[in-house]
């Protein structure tokens, strides 16, 4: 496994430290934990944000967030997502969800 350094903020040390105390865990762990979680987050937020614009299809974007087509239309569906997508783009998204 690779290794990385950062410098962070005292602050960011104490709540790492008081989170890693709370879960029972070492801070390589916990900060394993929160870059993975937060990634996944990112991506998300960058393919939402894609979409929204028209950037990118339902599977583009599902892709970016790396997860399924099903999870982003969920995710779609609860954040009132609207495509702007020219109808062709539109329908191969359809067909690609059918194949689901």
Do not use: H
Not at 80 to 93: F, G, H, I, K
């Amino acid at each position: 496994m690779p290794s990385i350094s950062a410098c962070i903020p005292d602050e960011d040390e104490d709540n790492l430290n008081e989170v890693a105390m709370l879960l029972d865990e070492d801070k390589s762990k916990v900060i394993r934990k929160a870059l993975r979680e937060r990634l996944a987050d990112l991506r998300i937020r960058f393919a939402v944000e894609q979409y929204q614009t028209g950037e990118i299809s339902t599977n583009q974007a599902a892709r970016i967030a790396g997860i399924s087509i099903a999870e982003w239309l969920e995710i779609a569906r609860e954040r009132n997502l609207t495509s702007q997508l020219p109808p062709a783009d539109l329908a191969a998204d359809v067909d690609s969800a059918r194949e689901l």
